[in-house]
């Protein structure tokens, strides 16, 4: 079973920035797509970013010109850098892989557990 495992998260002051890391424990035989999440409490989760398989990326109206989703096939991980942040930005942040682990599969979700961000002075 694949497993998703995000790192970088932690306390910033309003303006500063974090990378968020999405490390995957297997190869994928296949992926169609990768995504940055995020929740606040009390708040529906958000699509914040997406990549492609052919790196064609798109982010939430929110985070444009602030937050640039990448990826490194040969470290299997998938990043978010994150700039100028604001406290709104607090929340939650969980990374989605939807592929295929094996040529015979179908495609699925894999899901990490998150990582906390909080922007506050």
């Known amino acids: 079973q694949v497993q998703l495992v995000e790192s970088g998260g932690g306390l910033v002051q309003p303006g500063g920035s974090l990378r968020l890391s999405c490390a995957a424990s297997?190869?994928?035989?296949?992926?169609?797509?990768m995504y940055w999440y995020r929740q606040a409490p009390g708040e529906q989760r958000e699509l914040v970013a997406q990549i492609s398989t052919v790196g064609i990326t798109n982010y939430a109206d929110s985070v444009k010109g602030r937050f640039t989703i990448s990826r490194d096939n040969a470290a299997n991980t998938v990043y978010l850098q994150m700039n100028s942040l604001k406290p709104g930005d607090t929340a939650r942040y969980s990374c989605?892989?939807?592929?295929?682990?094996?040529?015979?599969?179908?495609?699925?979700?894999?899901w990490g557990q998150g990582t906390q961000v909080t922007v506050s002075s």
């Open positions: 297997a190869r994928f035989f296949a992926i169609d797509a």
């Open positions: 989605r892989w939807r592929g295929r682990v094996r040529s015979f599969h179908n495609s699925n979700d894999y």
